[in-house]
């Protein structure tokens, strides 16, 4: 893809409250060693050279977000939010150039790396949108709604679908708009996409690039965040 030609811009939705967290704030405003997870998603996406602009879409009574350190960078701009998600990223393509690609991202993903954004921006393309995801290792099960079990889902080539998603602008933004209008259950950015028949790739990333969903994760995800430190100072120092 000639990045000269089709500029990228990422979209990060942050108007949910995270209910299964059960904190009194917004689980995105939640700090790991003293910095809100939202701040660890944005920074990959901030210091991505590819990225030329980040749209964050917040609630309009949010009152975090601007006493953040990050709030004040200037690749960065923020809309309100809407009630869902699909809401929330279609008001922030609404301020975006119509030209280009869009990847959108996770508030509550913290591990993000740079090796996965690249990796996403090499498999993009006009006629096909491109997502990152880790293969299913349990065993899957399916359950009925009296909650005994009814079947074994295969695991093969079956996903746990990750962020960020990436797609031509125009696309996304039209296809969620009518998927919205239709009353489609939009769960990601994919799905609406795949429900319009666009080809998406799968990218297999890292494992580690955990949602931060329930109280337990925070934990885990500091233990991945650490280790990504350790990991770069390494590298560094053998000069990799």
Known sequence: MNLSQHPIYAVVPAAGIGKRMGSEIPKQYLKIEGQCIIEYALAPLLAHSSIEQVIVSLSDNDEWFNQLNVASHPKLTTVVGGHERADSVLNALQVLPENGFVMVHDAARPCLTPQDINQLIDNVSQDQGAILGSLVRDTMKRVGDDGHI?????????????????????????????ALKQGV????????????????????????????????????????????????????????
């Open 185 to 240: 259950n939009v769960t990601d950015e994919a799905s609406a996409m795949e429900w319009h028949g666009i080809r998406i790739k799968m990218i297999e990333g890292r494992s580690d690039n955990i949602k931060v969903t329930r109280p337990e994760d925070l934990q885990l995800a500091q233990l991945y965040l650490q280790e990504q430190r350790r990991h770069a100072q390494h590298n560094k120092k053998i000069g990799k």
């Open 150 to 178: 009814k079947s074994t889902v295969s695991r093969e080539l079956l996903y746990h679908a990750l962020t960020p998603q990436i797609f031509v602008t125009t696309q996304l933004k039209t296809i969620l708009k009518e």
